[in-house]
């Protein structure tokens, strides 16, 4: 490892740690980490890999409707944050194989103690304050702050030689489902189901002894009891369940549960009508612009607030990129799907990677019902980038 690479390694590792606590010193990391990055692209031949294209082809369409159609100053900002941080991606190609081997470790070694500082916030927030906050963000940066340490947690539980470390983990994993279900944000619930799939596949490829099965079995009916425990008692589930009980199920209803999307797809549509009856197919190929509902309000009076159309991310992406923004939004969840199945079965750093993917799809999972974009994707961004790198080469005995 060289000077250069010595300090981006380092700062990636500062913006990590600063993700768990502040935006401003996690960004701001992240920005020395780009710059640098742009200096060793220049010394340094490297390609990137099977999210390139999509991922900058999702970002080329915004940006070209959005230079066509968006006039709000407060959106464009939006945009510019993602434009940039989103190509933290690249830089896992920028670094040699012994440094991304050594960045991942780290990064999963501490993201169990940086969990455990903020549960210990969220829980400070909910039981003095009545509230459900971390040191930032809201409840879905929880969720995806606390993916990365629960599953980390969840392999040592079976990785471990001692029993009292494995019920330390499996007391942590348990820790970190159960603060990440505090809020009851049904997208993250969805991602972390998904992460669990991933995670419970890896553990029967490679478990061979029946106590160990039974062991996994265990570990995971005891998480998914108390994340289920903690989700049915929240008030939020027992206001839907009151809701569907004495309303019935409707749209008022459905809307209501599904946090207003129904409201919200039915604006996105209205736009789309509209286009259509006008003759304004450039819309329906390129879309109206990143979160165009801060220009076109066509909202009822309640909604006015909200900055795009969120609703289910196909209709989301439509109404930001138009047509081929689907196509590339579905195109990036092909290649996850597709690196999911390479990592499962190449056995180069095995464990790491179902460690990286879990998490990863606790965030591609929270998309699917949300915006393509929160700041903390950065992050999720470069381990996609390391878990194919890990993929890559076997270099003697696999070190996870």
């Known amino acids: 490892m060289d000077r250069t690479e010595k ?3 380092y700062l990636l590792i500062l913006s990590f740690v600063g993700a768990y606590f502040s935006i401003t010193v996690y960004q701001g990391f992240l920005l020395l980490s780009l710059l640098l990055g742009v200096y060793l692209a220049f010394k340094r031949t490297f390609r990137g890999g099977i999210f390139t294209v999509p991922l900058l082809g999702h970002l080329a369409v915004i940006d070209l409707s959005s230079a ?3 006039r709000v100053p407060e959106q464009w900002r939006r945009l510019l944050e993602q434009n940039i941080f989103s190509l933290t991606y690249f830089l896992a190609f920028l670094l040699r194989e012994g440094t991304v081997k050594k960045l991942t470790e780290w990064i999963i070694k501490l993201s169990i103690p940086l969990g455990v500082i903020v549960s210990l916030k969220v829980l400070y927030s909910y039981w003095f304050e009545h509230n459900i906050k971390a040191f930032w963000g809201g409840n879905f940066i929880i969720g995806n702050l606390l993916a990365l340490p629960f599953f980390a947690s969840l392999y040592y539980i079976f990785h471990s030689q001692r029993w009292i470390f494995r019920f330390t983990f499996l007391f942590l994993a348990v820790f970190f489902l159960a603060v990440s279900f505090l809020a009851v944000e049904r997208s993250v619930i969805l991602g972390f189901l998904i992460g ?10 490679q478990l061979k002894g029946r106590k ?3 062991t996994f079995l265990g570990s995971l009916l005891a998480l ?25 199920i409707n749209e008022q209803t459905l809307n209501s549960i599904s946090s207003g999307r129904v409201v919200i797809a039915k604006g996105a549509f209205e736009l789309v009508d509209k286009a259509v009856k006008e003759g304004d197919y450039l819309k329906l190929l390129i879309g109206w612009g990143y979160g165009p509902q801060k220009q076109y309000k066509n909202l ?9 159309y969120e609703s289910f991310i196909l209709l989301t ?3 930001n990129g138009g047509l081929l923004g689907v196509l590339f939004i579905i195109w990036f969840y092909i290649a996850a799907i597709i690196l999911t199945v390479r990592s499962l079965k190449n056995q180069n750093h095995f464990w790491w990677k179902v460690i990286l993917l879990s998490s990863v799809w606790v965030n591609l999972g929270y998309h699917l ?14 381990l996609l980038g390391l878990i194919e790198r890990l993929n890559q080469r076997v270099e003697g005995k696999n070190s996870a």
């Open 224 to 248: 998914i009891t108390t994340g289920g425990f903690v989700a049915i008692k929240n008030p939020k589930v027992e206001y839907w369940f009151h809701l569907i009980t004495t309303k019935g």
């Open 300 to 308: 009822p009076p309640s909604w006015q607030f909200i900055n795009e």
């Open 369 to 382: 019902f949300t915006l393509f974009w929160v700041p903390i994707n950065a992050t999720y961004y470069l």
């Open 317 to 319: 992406e439509f109404i």
């Open 196 to 205: 669990l799939t991933i995670f419970g596949i890896a553990i029967f490829k």
């Open 68 to 70: 066509l159609f968006l």
């Open 212 to 214: 160990w099965k039974l």
């Open 7 to 9: 300090v981006l390694f």
